[in-house]
């Protein structure tokens, strides 16, 4: 009996170490989905995940301000989420004399909760199949797929349109699913009054910076905490003083439990965008085309970023979140690349066409229907290759790389045919804020670097025309031609292009100011090269909705889960531990003690407070303590997350809150293209070390009372 019990436990540890692949719809899954989930230990209902009707769950879990996720923590409208993700509301509360950023923030009363501009949570209503009724008005005489599909479009905008409200705070969409081959509809209720409520210092929340980002071991505590205010009918409303804190449909307990290997843990959120059924030519795009570009020129910009922020500290301030956002997805590109080799993602890709392949010429009739499938993808990915690598180079450096080109075209399109008055308040309201964050002498720098790179690496009939100017009159000297368009352009100074804007005799003469000379050049530039890889588009369109339909009938027997879409998706899986590479073992979980062993004095990424480091010096940690006598401080589990899941709950077998996830390891960065089963992890901060440094850093009794610990 002994030995069978070994083997028993044994193969229920096996069960759990390899990854379940999938980003499921709450309100599709099917019997092996659920069946999966109870072998793992869950135990909650079905009813209680998913419900139009009575709360649930799922009426928990935010789309937090568009890229992430949240999760509802109390009834009063308590949100936890990511330090990252709200890094970009923290920063602009931040100042040198306020720096929230360095120190943290904690509210301790209601009325020190801190309103955020622009800020939004979505909870979802319902997610409804309406597949036949947008396919069903498709008509028979469409031409090719470019007509197929924004005819399809503007059925899905219809069918919107009739659960939305005038207000705004009930928003509808219909997204594509499975390659445009299916269709649902997502309602949600929209809340726009949102307030900072607590924020750990950076060395807490960003602990490791980049060296650690997508990286195990971590000790990050990556949480930060908002709330959602509503009108006194607990609707949605504009900010106003008369607000109060939402009550939520539901919302979660929190477990002080912790987990152990194998415990069930399971993730809800909004993930991004995968591309698991990506061919191989459209990997090998991505690699070459895309993320080596990216990869190159964003490593450039962040260099001359990094040393200004590291020379002064109000710079420090305005450019934190932006170097964060770009950094993240640059280390993910690099990541990527390197996954997709080592894990020979290509080849998959290439023995799974093939087999496809093989499937269709054995069936006449399937070869009719899916004989152009792969044909139309490689086509269409081989005769862009080349252009989409010049159309990442001019979006990355010349597009996005510098502010000069978002600020120019905000002034472009600023209308300047309005009373003087009206013109006056939308400059304050549509243009003034874009500079909040911004200094011009270091775009100057990024300006030239960006001119050099585009100029080395895209070919030369593709560049802006402006590089004929430069060459000529500045003898391609980027850094003097920068320095001229920073010195005679009004855009940079906010209070010089007001004056231009304002005044109707000026404003004409804003077409012959440089920096409007060079971006017109670039966005013409750009949209000729974008417009070629455009005209090729549909082909690929048309030849993965038909390949992916085809791969249905060729697996039946598989569940295929749809690419994640920024819409509302659960994972299931198990805490545990992974092999990075042959002859090494990570553990599930990191303590304390891995804080000290990364601390840096003064290091901006491995630096942490002395009072911090005291506390758990102390460990003092009381029911936020692990068996040992320490804290869990982050965990590993197998779930299937990607970008957008930051933020996501991590849950417990019987739904209750166990952490935050917010990164993935660095061994399976090709995950968003091909699962992998064996070494794919989501990290998340274990919920001990958030109340912790709520409770003892923080000291806030308040939100510690607030929620509900089981």
Not at 317 to 338: D, L
Not at 445 to 472: N, T
Request: proline letters at 4%.
């Amino acid at each position: 009996m002994k030995k069978i019990g070994c083997f028993l436990l044994s193969l229920v540890w096996c069960m759990s170490m390899f990854a379940d692949e999938g980003m499921w719809m709450l309100n599709s899954l099917k019997k092996d989905n659920w069946t999966r989930m109870r072998e793992l230990g869950f135990l909650v209902p079905a009813e209680q995940l998913y419900d139009t009707i009575t709360p649930c769950i799922k009426d928990a879990v935010v789309h937090f301000d568009g890229g992430c996720t949240g999760i509802t923590v109390s009834e009063k409208g308590l949100i936890f989420t990511n330090h990252h993700c709200g890094y970009g509301a923290i920063q602009s509360q931040s100042s040198l004399e306020h720096d929230y950023l360095t120190d943290g923030f904690v509210a301790q009363t209601q009325e020190e909760e801190i309103p955020i501009p622009d800020m939004f949570v979505r909870y979802l209503i319902k997610t409804e199949d309406v597949t036949e009724q947008v396919l069903s008005q498709v008509t028979g005489d469409i031409k090719n797929e470019e007509e197929r599909l924004n005819q399809i479009s503007k059925i899905c905008k219809s069918i919107a349109e009739t659960y939305a409200d005038k207000s705004a705070s009930i928003s509808a969409s219909v997204s594509p699913y499975y390659d445009n081959n299916a269709y649902y509809l997502n309602v949600y209720e929209v809340f726009t009054d949102i307030r900072m409520v607590f924020a750990p210092p950076s060395s807490v929340g960003k602990f490791g910076g980049d060296t650690d980002n997508w990286m195990w071991p971590r000790h990050t505590g990556d949480f930060s905490v908002f709330r959602v205010y509503a009108n006194a009918e607990n609707k949605p409303a504009a900010y106003s003083q008369d607000n109060v804190p939402y009550k939520p449909k539901y919302f979660v307990p929190i477990s002080l439990n912790g987990y152990r290997e194998g415990s069930y843990s399971m993730t809800i959120g909004y993930p991004g965008r995968t591309n698991r059924y990506l061919s191989s030519w459209g990997v090998e795009q991505r690699i070459k085309s895309n993320n080596t570009p990216r990869i190159e020129v964003r490593g450039i910009k962040q260099d001359i970023w990094d040393e200004a922020m590291r020379e002064n500290d109000e710079v420090r301030i305005k450019y934190s979140s932006k170097y964060a956002g770009s950094s993240n997805y640059w280390k993910n590109s690099i990541g990527m690349n390197r996954g997709i080799e080592k894990m020979h993602v290509i080849e998959r890709k290439q023995a799974l066409e093939k087999q496809f392949n093989d499937w269709i010429n054995l069936d006449p009739q399937r070869k009719a229907f899916y004989g152009e499938a792969l044909d139309l993808i490689r086509e269409g990915y081989t005769a862009t290759n080349e252009d989409q690598k010049t159309v990442t180079y001019l979006g990355e450096s010349l597009i996005t790389g510098t502010e000069l080109t978002y600020l120019t075209s905000a002034a472009m399109a600023f209308d300047v045919a309005q009373q003087p008055d009206i013109l006056a308040k939308k400059f304050e309201e549509d243009i003034l804020p874009l500079y909040k964050d911004y200094e011009a002498s270091l775009d100057e720098k990024v300006l030239a670097a960006m001119l050099k790179i585009a100029k080395e690496r895209v070919p030369a009939e593709k560049l802006p025309l402006i590089y004929q100017k430069i060459d000529k009159k500045y003898k391609g000297d980027y850094t003097r031609y920068a320095a001229d368009v920073f010195k005679k352009s009004v855009v940079p100074y906010p209070e010089k292009l007001k004056a231009y804007l304002l005044d109707y005799k000026k404003a004409p003469k804003l077409e012959k100011d440089p920096a409007y000379e060079l971006v017109k050049s670039i966005r013409e530039a750009f949209s000729a090269v974008r417009t070629t890889v455009t005209g090729h588009r549909y082909d690929i369109l048309k030849g993965e909705r038909l390949y992916f339909s085809g791969l249905q009938q060729m697996m039946p027997e598989k569940d295929f889960a749809s690419d994640a879409n920024s819409t509302m998706r659960l994972s299931y899986g198990s805490v545990g531990g992974y092999v990075p590479y042959d002859g090494a073992w990570y553990d599930y979980y990191t303590t304390t003690g891995g804080i000290f062993e990364k601390y840096k004095k003064d290091d901006p990424e491995f630096d942490v407070q002395p009072e911090i480091l005291d506390l758990l010096r102390k460990k003092d940690f009381g029911i936020y303590g692990n068996l040992e006598g320490d804290m869990n401080i982050c965990f590993l589990s197998n779930n299937d997350i990607t970008g957008g899941n930051s933020g996501s709950p991590m849950f417990d077998e019987k739904g209750r809150l166990i952490g935050l996830a917010f990164d993935g390891n660095w061994e399976a960065m090709s995950g968003d293209i091909a699962f992998e089963s064996q070494i794919q992890k989501t990290i998340g901060v274990d919920i001990r070390y958030v109340m912790f440094m709520i409770d003892k850093w923080g000291k806030c009794s308040r939100i510690v009372k607030e929620v509900v610990i089981e």
